[in-house]
């Protein structure tokens, strides 16, 4: 693809071989280039240390707030707030019907698979159950005492 742009913006787009076609061209004009143009600015502040003297950690954080168009009414939750201590695990050798249960029964929708030593091997989704039974429904009783 060539194209050549005049005062008034794109006068010629095509293919090279096109580019012969071409009757008449305006000539070359002077390039208008700013020296600075590019070049990084300078958005320091000069005395940083004044900046957050008078401001109080409470004050910076509102200003943070409203910039980032964060709703400060909104209640802000922790991932200790949304997680549970106890945490209900399953090994290799437990059967899908043992997790379906399991989910159902504490109102769970997933569950960490562990390791013999007690590492994290994955995790098992209420979804990843059901898209399991639902793929082999034939097969059904059988897939469901699988283990995972």
Same mark, same amino acid.
């Given at each position: 693809?060539?194209?050549?742009? *005049? *005062? $008034?913006?794109?006068?010629?787009?095509?293919?090279?071989?096109?580019?012969?076609?071409?009757?008449?061209?305006?000539?070359?004009?002077?390039?208008?280039? *700013?020296?600075?143009?590019?070049?990084?600015?300078?958005?320091?502040?000069?005395? !940083? @240390?004044?900046?957050?003297?008078? @401001?109080?950690? !409470?004050?910076?954080?509102?200003?943070?707030?409203?910039?980032? $168009?964060?709703?400060? !009414?909104?209640?802000?939750?922790?991932?200790?707030?949304?997680?549970?201590?106890?945490?209900?695990?399953?090994?290799?050798? *437990?059967?899908?019907?043992?997790?379906? $249960?399991?989910?159902?029964?504490?109102?769970?929708?997933?569950?960490?698979?562990?390791?013999?030593?007690?590492?994290?091997?994955?995790?098992?989704?209420?979804?990843?159950?059901?898209?399991?039974?639902? $793929?082999?429904?034939?097969?059904?009783?059988?897939?469901?005492?699988?283990?995972?």
């Amino acid at each position: 693809m060539f194209a050549i742009y *005049n *005062n $008034n913006g794109l006068s010629f787009r095509s293919t090279i071989d096109n580019l012969y076609n071409l009757s008449n061209v305006d000539s070359i004009a002077r390039s208008r280039n *700013n020296v600075n143009e590019g070049l990084p600015k300078d958005h320091s502040v000069k005395d !940083k @240390k004044k900046l957050y003297e008078k @401001k109080s950690l !409470k004050e910076a954080s509102e200003a943070y707030k409203r910039v980032a $168009n964060i709703d400060t !009414k909104e209640q802000i939750f922790h991932i200790k707030d949304l997680m549970t201590k106890d945490v209900i695990t399953l090994t290799q050798e *437990n059967t899908l019907l043992e997790a379906y $249960n399991l989910m159902e029964d504490n109102d769970i929708r997933q569950i960490p698979i562990m390791s013999e030593d007690n590492h994290i091997m994955g995790l098992l989704t209420h979804k990843m159950l059901l898209d399991v039974l639902v $793929n082999d429904i034939e097969f059904a009783r059988n897939t469901i005492k699988k283990k995972y």
